[in-house]
């Protein structure tokens, strides 16, 4: 199953780092260095993870191939698409995936 685990926001100085929205609860694990994330658009992919690391509570990112604000720049927006084992589904009863959510009715009391 292939779940969205981050959405790649705007250029980070000139050396080719991203800031990253994550959207998932182990970032430590889905986005760490050497990992190979499928994206959307799929032609923007696949994108290894080259280095990592936090600044001002923010996830920075380095993706192998880009060594420049531009090449960042181009990057803006593209979702990173983790392979998830169907078998991980949230432990806790109240919890979901977003894809487990999409097309249910909202009811209100």
């Not at 959405?7 to 100085?13: D, L, N, Q, W, Y």
């Not at 960042?72 to 991980?88: H, K, S």
């Amino acid at each position: 199953m292939q779940l969205v685990v981050a959405r790649i926001g705007r250029a980070h100085g000139i050396k080719g780092e991203v800031t990253v929205e994550v959207r998932t609860d182990e970032p430590e694990l889905r986005l760490g260095p050497g990992a190979v994330l499928e994206t959307e658009p799929a032609s923007a992919g696949p994108l290894t993870i080259e280095t990592g690391r936090v600044h001002s509570g923010r996830l920075l990112l380095r993706f192998a191939g880009v060594k420049d604000r531009t090449g960042a720049e181009a990057l803006r927006n593209i979702l990173l698409i983790a392979e998830v084992d169907p078998e991980e589904l949230p432990a806790e009863p109240d919890e979901y995936y977003d894809h487990q959510l999409m097309d249910l009715d909202v009811v209100l009391e």
